[in-house]
């Protein structure tokens, strides 16, 4: 895997960080890691990111449920209620679509029957 891209060396961390990554791979990934800054930057920050995941409380069981309705409250909240909100009705747009269809018939249906109605 000579060469690495970003994107190719991005796709190694996981692997690499739990020494997985053997060979060519682990030599092409450290080779770009050497001359990288920002790859170095992202692998760091990978690590962190995982270190952090690894020290945070566990979720107990008995609060899931608990866990789901508080992260929907607060989706909801801060979308305003696009998301997790009230279900919406549409009887207003469907009357709306109704009307729309009636009226589209009755302009066709008398064009139909006398071509020049419109025109008088």
């Known amino acids: 895997m000579p060469g690495l891209d970003h994107e190719a060396a991005e796709a190694l ?17 450290e080779a770009h890691l050497a001359g990288c ?12 990111t995982l270190r952090a995941v690894q020290e945070a409380p566990p979720v107990a069981a008995s609060n899931t449920d608990e866990f789901v309705d508080s992260l929907k ?10 998301f997790f909100g009230k279900k919406r009705t549409y009887g207003m747009e469907i009357a709306s679509l109704v009307m729309l269809v009636i009226a589209v018939t009755v302009f066709v249906v008398l064009r139909m029957v006398d071509p020049t109605w419109l025109v008088r």
């Open 13 to 29: 961390f996981s692997a690499h960080v739990d020494g997985e990554l053997r060979g060519a791979d682990r030599e092409a990934l």
């Open 73 to 82: 409250s607060r989706i909801r909240e801060r979308s305003h209620g696009r």
């Open 37 to 48: 800054d920002r790859c170095r930057t992202e692998l760091a920050s990978f690590r962190e």
